[in-house]
């Protein structure tokens, strides 16, 4: 499984994800994949998931389905997250 994140640095949000992400990283020891809408890989993985809304944070099984979806500004607890990093 895998834990990807797609959000734009320079935005409202972008403070609240970056530090998100730090406390991510920190309480778990990992980190997750982290693209801009506006670059190559992220206008892909957008496209290839529908993502319309930023910050959006998906969880995906092996195969690549989405397992997990949290969309918007509402970021989900480090605890929820952390199941698909640890079952990764």
């Given amino acids: 499984m895998r834990v990807v994140v797609i959000w734009r640095d320079e935005s409202e949000h972008g403070r609240s994800v970056r530090e998100w992400l730090h406390e991510l990283e920190h309480r778990t020891g990992r980190s ?3 693209y801009s809408p506006d670059e190559p890989d992220g206008e892909s993985i957008c496209r ?4 319309r809304i930023y910050p959006t944070i998906l969880a995906l ?3 690549g389905r989405v397992l ?3 969309r918007g ?10 199941f698909y990093l640890i079952n990764a």
């Fill in 61 to 63: 099984g092996n195969d």
């Fill in 68 to 70: 997990q979806e949290w």
């Fill in 73 to 82: 500004e509402m970021l989900p607890r480090i605890d929820d997250v952390s």
């Fill in 32 to 34: 997750v994949e982290s």
């Fill in 48 to 51: 290839s998931y529908d993502v």
